[in-house]
């Protein structure tokens, strides 16, 4: 069961089976409980689209405070679009570059995060070995199955078991919303589930593609139960009153930040 909570007045979602993992720190945050105005109002944690340095910094250290957690144990990677997955085993790096699109650990007391807004965060947690992920998985990433590669490296560099994992989809744009074109439907050729993903649009050569659900079924493919796999089922777009979205403002807004760590 996922529920909205709220900690010094930051917003966020979470999940009953995280929570009842010993251990395990986790937030899908709300747009809500910062200090930025107008489109990024208001806890935004990025600058890219044009919020101040001082407003983000400002947001950082509500979510430090909030979930007393010092600000320097948050870590976050540039995210590129890609399927590059940063392993975090015996030295923190202290270079965020080049891009990752996901983060896996086995080490306590780092705040492992990605930024979203629209694009499908997805929490990995070995609640035997103690090992968490999170990934960024925007249709790029989808169809570069980075799920699947999350997954494998669990399995293969950390010995996990498949039936260890519990793997949880935040929110992220619903097939109700995210209309696409042929470059998208072109990119997810290989995908086996591809015609069941994408529904024909209302517009000649656009498609409506659940890609919360493509990566489900990849989640599934590479070896999880799906006894052990859910997804939010929450559009950002459909919620822009409690989620950043990009598609659902045009372009231009925050980024809600998705975070878990091993306490
Ligand atoms: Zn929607």
Request: proline share 4%; hydrophobic share 35%.
């Amino acid at each position: 069961m996922f529920t909205y909570s709220q900690k010094n007045g930051v917003q966020y979602l979470e999940y009953s089976r995280l929570i009842e993992c010993n251990g395990v720190t986790h937030a899908f945050c709300t747009r809500w409980g910062g200090v930025s105005k107008g489109r990024f109002a208001n806890l935004n944690f990025s600058v890219s689209e044009g919020d101040t340095q001082r407003n983000v910094a400002e947001n950082w250290n509500i979510l430090s405070n909030a979930f007393n957690i010092p600000e320097d144990h948050f870590f976050t990677v540039k995210q590129i679009h890609g399927d590059r997955i940063l392993i975090i085993a015996d030295n923190v790096p202290d270079s965020h570059d080049p891009g990752y699109d996901g983060i896996i650990t086995n080490k306590p007391g780092i705040a492992i995060g990605i930024k979203t807004a629209d694009c499908v965060p997805i929490f990995l947690v070995d609640r035997v070995k103690h090992i968490i992920g999170t990934i960024h998985a925007g249709w790029k990433g989808t169809s570069l199955n980075i799920a699947g590669k999350a997954l494998r490296i669990l399995v293969k560099k950390f010995a996990s078991k498949p039936e260890d994992i519990i793997v949880t989809i935040g929110p992220s744009i619903g097939p109700c919303c995210y209309e696409v074109d042929e470059k998208v439907w072109t990119a997810m050729e290989k995908d086996p589930d591809r015609d069941f993903l994408f529904k024909e649009s209302r517009k000649a050569e656009r498609w409506m593609l659940d890609l919360p659900q493509a990566n489900q079924r990849q989640i599934l493919r590479a070896g999880i139960s799906s006894e052990n796999v859910t997804s939010a089922g929450i559009c950002t777009s459909c919620h822009r009153d409690t989620f950043f979205s990009h598609r659902g403002e045009g372009g231009q807004t925050g980024r809600q930040l998705n975070f878990i760590m091993l306490q």
